[in-house]
């Protein structure tokens, strides 16, 4: 009994090693005054990632110099394993990102939706994922969620 007990905790433990190990880092722009940036930020770290928040007065900037277009920006812009990541955009598709590595800059979802990671409210319809495409390209619709 205690032979099993004693296998059992260091599998467990195994387990929360190995998710320690897969967290995922990241570094989120954000700008000093807004609250749903920090919503965003808890929300993926309660999904595993390891987030750093830098607040800053030069979010457009951030966005601009990463590629985001202007009338694609959302309220916050990330850095996650070579991508920008631009507002509130749901954890299944950021992964969708880290695991596909399509040959873009990244992804956004415009603006600030209710309903989304961080924002209060309620969904009211599905949420439109674009590319962020290097080279100044149109953006295209990445997911739906």
Do not use: W
């Amino acid at each position: 009994m205690l032979r099993i007990l004693m296998m059992t905790t260091l599998l467990l433990a195994g387990g929360v090693a190995a998710k320690a190990e897969e967290a995922v880092e990241a570094t989120l722009y954000k700008n000093p005054q807004c609250g749903c940036c920090e919503g965003y930020a808890d929300y993926l770290r309660e999904n595993g990632f390891e987030v750093e928040v830098k607040p800053t007065n030069d979010l457009t900037r951030i966005s601009r110099e990463a590629g985001v277009p202007k009338d694609f920006q959302g309220c916050h812009t990330m850095f996650v394993d070579g991508y920008v990541v631009d507002g509130h955009v749901p954890v299944a598709t950021v992964r969708k990102l880290l695991s596909e590595r399509p040959d873009i800059a990244g992804v956004t979802l415009p603006g600030m939706p209710l309903g989304s990671p961080g924002m209060g409210g309620e969904k009211t319809g599905p949420f439109t994922v674009y590319t962020v495409r290097k080279g100044g390209k149109p953006p295209t619709v990445f997911a739906t969620e």
